[in-house]
C-alpha cells in the first residue's frame, strides 16, 4: 500500500505560477454615415465568378 502525500492547498497559483497577460492592440474606431458606401466599395469588381449559374 502506497502511504498517504501530504498536500498544501492553495486559494490559488503561486504568483511565481501566473504569467503577465498579453499586450492589448490599440485599435481605433471610425463612425460611418452611410454603410451602404462602405459595402459598396468592398465588393468584388472581379468577372472570376460570374459565369457560375450556382
Request: overall charge negative; proline content about 15%; hydrophobic content about 45%.
Amino acid at each position: 500500500m502506497i502511504p498517504p502525500v501530504l498536500v498544501d492547498l492553495l486559494p490559488g497559483p503561486p504568483a511565481s505560477a501566473r504569467r503577465a497577460a498579453p499586450p492589448v492592440a490599440a485599435s481605433a474606431v471610425t463612425a460611418v454615415q452611410d454603410l451602404d458606401v462602405v459595402v459598396e466599395s468592398a465588393e468584388c469588381s472581379c468577372d472570376a465568378g460570374d459565369d457560375n449559374p450556382h
